[in-house]
């Protein structure tokens, strides 16, 4: 019979043998990409678990399918329900224009409170990428979701609020900001900071990664960025002690076998060293902005912007394709599923179902060595077999 995941105390997950899951199918591509990522999902843990387990999908609405259902484009059962079930899946949604919602993804992330986007980027073997050797970069990027210059608070030039937020800061601190300029707040919190910092550590224990490379610009900006780095250190030095060694505590003799790595990067730094060093990255903690331009970058070097998975968690959690609704191809089984298939292999490890995981990854990797591929990869490939997202996902099945 299928049963609720529920959260612990210690903030662990009990994932009953039958688990009801959420998914939203998403708008244009979404319910293409779905369908191929499902079939894919129920067939891998059929042959994991032969029979024993099996999830019970639930669709929740959100986006135009909602609209179209219920008048709303995001349905106040679609938060409960992610609250009730604890874990949901979600193809892309259309940014209504007008109508009062800035972004549906953004008020999902708002409401749940999913403070970490956490996007892992890895190579697949055959997909073509910029680069000599992608396949060395092999990073998890936690990117912190509420704070930063993303926080959404700023202020258009020339309005009130802009001019008297400047004519204060000028007076009472002697400052000289132009007087038409416009205005946006960094807040960066130690609650904020240490949250994240905490998840990332408890990830790299639970998945025995080596290293964490706090990234910051906190050369410039001191009292936010600079401040970020600090609180991250010290929720890894006051928390995770007898796990952790600085780099700097690293000397000839010292013996690291078994403890996290931890480090700093100042964010220009980090996007040479991904390329120049990318071997030397294993997981990397960062503020929004800079954790938004590295994910993009990050999944640029493997070749996989297309591919490149997603999830945004808190204490509940949400996995989901990063890209967009690809409207132009809605409907038309052409389109790459491998984001959402990826955002499921994410959701797999983290109710602890890692042969379900491994096996959509192997799958995946064999469809694309052998040069089954959508489109988007074919066109770059040489030799390619182009073949449909529905084609795609039938050879993975056969590839577990
Ligand atoms: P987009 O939907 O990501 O599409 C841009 C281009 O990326 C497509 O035309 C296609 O390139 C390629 N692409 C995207 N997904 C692909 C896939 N699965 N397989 C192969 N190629 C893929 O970006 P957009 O056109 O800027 O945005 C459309 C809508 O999506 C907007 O309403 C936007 O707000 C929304 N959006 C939602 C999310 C989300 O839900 N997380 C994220 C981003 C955007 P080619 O034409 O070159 O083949």
Redesign the pocket.
């Known amino acids: 019979m299928a049963e609720k995941i529920i959260i612990e105390q210690d903030g662990n997950l009990k994932v009953p043998d039958n688990p009801i899951i959420c998914f939203i199918e998403g708008d244009?591509?979404g319910p293409d990409?779905w369908r191929a990522s499902k079939k894919i999902f129920d067939a891998a843990v059929e042959k994991a678990y032969s029979g024993r387990r099996k999830v019970e999908w639930k669709e929740i609405l959100a986006g135009e399918k909602a609209k179209e259902q219920t008048g709303s484009y995001l349905p106040e059962d679609t938060i409960e329900a992610i609250k009730e079930y604890v874990i949901a899946i979600k193809g892309?949604?259309?940014?209504p224009i007008g109508g009062g919602i800035r972004s549906i993804?953004v008020t999902l992330r708002q409401r749940l409170d999913l403070f970490a986007c956490v996007r892992p980027v890895r190579y697949f073997q055959g997909v073509p990428s910029p680069v000599k050797n992608p396949e060395k970069l092999d990073i998890v990027i936690f990117r912190e979701n509420t704070e930063d210059v993303y926080a959404g608070i700023e202020w258009e030039s020339m309005t009130p609020e802009a001019r008297s937020i400047i004519s204060y800061i000028n007076e009472t601190f002697d400052k000289s900001i132009i007087p038409d300029s416009g205005i946006g707040i960094k807040p960066i919190s130690p609650f904020g900071t240490r949250r994240l910092m905490r998840m990332a550590l408890n990830y790299a224990i639970k998945n025995n990664r080596k290293s964490i490379t706090i990234m910051h610009k906190g050369n410039i900006m001191k009292y936010t960025e600079g401040a970020f780095a600090k609180w991250a250190y010290q929720e890894a030095e006051e928390n995770f002690r007898d796990k952790i060694i600085k780099e700097s505590e690293i000397t000839d003799g010292v013996d690291t076998t078994g403890k996290i790595i931890i480090k700093d990067r100042l964010a220009d730094s980090m996007f040479q060293q991904i390329l120049l060093r990318p071997e030397e990255y294993d997981i990397i903690v960062t503020p929004n902005l800079n954790g938004d331009y590295l994910s993009d970058a990050a999944a640029a070097q493997v070749g996989g912007l297309?591919m490149a998975p997603g999830a945004n968690i808190g204490k509940w959690a949400l996995f989901?394709?990063?890209?967009?609704?690809?409207?132009?191809y809605a409907g038309l089984d052409k389109?790459?599923?491998g984001?959402l298939i990826l955002s499921g292999v994410m959701m797999f490890n983290h109710i602890g179902w890692n042969e379900v995981a491994d096996m959509i990854v192997n799958g995946l990797q064999r469809t694309i060595s052998s040069k089954y591929v959508?489109y988007?990869l074919a066109r770059q490939m040489d030799g390619a077999i182009e073949v449909k997202c529905s084609e795609f996902a039938d050879k993975i099945i056969e590839n577990l």
Do not use: M, R, Y
């Open positions: 244009g591509i990409i892309p949604l259309t940014t993804n297309g989901e394709a990063t890209h967009g609704t690809a409207p132009k389109v790459n599923p984001s959508t988007d």
